[in-house]
């Protein structure tokens, strides 16, 4: 249960918008408040979907063993909406083709918010970037449908939240250790990520999409 709900939480993690707004907090007038309040968001939003989630799936018996195909069919359903979600990243990217340098990008929603330095907007940042996404709800879907202690069950979903939420504690924490130097690398990851963030994040759901496909076929042959 562990390596799989933590495997998928990995992968759920890879979500270069989050790491881009944990970078214009840190570089703002009040970089630890900021990033605090958008951490902060971030736990808010993820610990409660893990629980509704978990109490949701626990409910509905899929643990048990006479509900195997409602659970297996799950993970298909879960694995064709991020394959779909790939195939969605992928025609965005054809469609936008080269950026011209002429034409700077509109920022979006988001990106307009974390430009405020206010503290609860930084914490409704950290909610709107952390909202449910089918990653995350698959790696609490592995632990829910796994016959597990409920002290194992908190353990591996405390695991899931903390890995799920690395682009947001991470960057403070080394900006804690290393103001300068942490600044200075999140320049030179976000100036990567412009490039090939979409790429990475549609090969993420991808990887996710196949696993469960995989995972939910076998469980139902």
Not at 79 to 97: F, H, Q
Not at 169 to 189: D, F, H, M
């Amino acid at each position: 249960m562990y390596e799989q709900a933590a495997g998928l939480a990995a992968l759920a993690a890879i979500y270069p918008p989050a790491l881009l707004i944990a970078a214009v907090y840190l570089e703002s007038a009040h970089p630890r408040k900021m990033a605090g309040y958008f951490l902060g968001g971030a736990v808010l939003m993820t610990v409660i979907v893990a629980v509704v989630a978990l109490v949701a799936l626990r409910a509905g018996g899929l643990s048990l063993p006479s509900h195997r195909s409602p659970r297996y069919g799950l993970r298909v359903g879960l694995g064709a909406i991020a394959l779909a979600a790939a195939g969605y990243v992928a025609w965005r990217m054809r469609s936008r083709g080269q950026p011209d340098p002429a034409k700077p990008k509109k920022p979006g929603r988001i990106s307009r918010m974390a430009n405020q330095s206010r503290p609860l907007t930084a914490l409704a940042v950290g909610i709107l970037v952390f909202s449910p996404s089918v990653s995350f709800i698959a790696a609490v879907q592995a632990i829910a449908t796994s016959k597990a202690s409920l002290a194992s069950t908190v353990g591996a979903v405390a695991l899931v939240v903390i890995i799920y939420l690395a682009l947001a504690w991470v960057p403070l924490s080394l900006y804690l250790i290393a103001p300068e130097r942490t600044t200075q690398a999140l320049q030179a990851v976000n100036a990567w990520l412009s490039v090939r963030g979409q790429a990475l994040l549609g090969a993420a759901l991808t990887a996710i999409g196949l696993i469960l496909l995989i995972d939910g076929a076998v469980g139902l042959a």
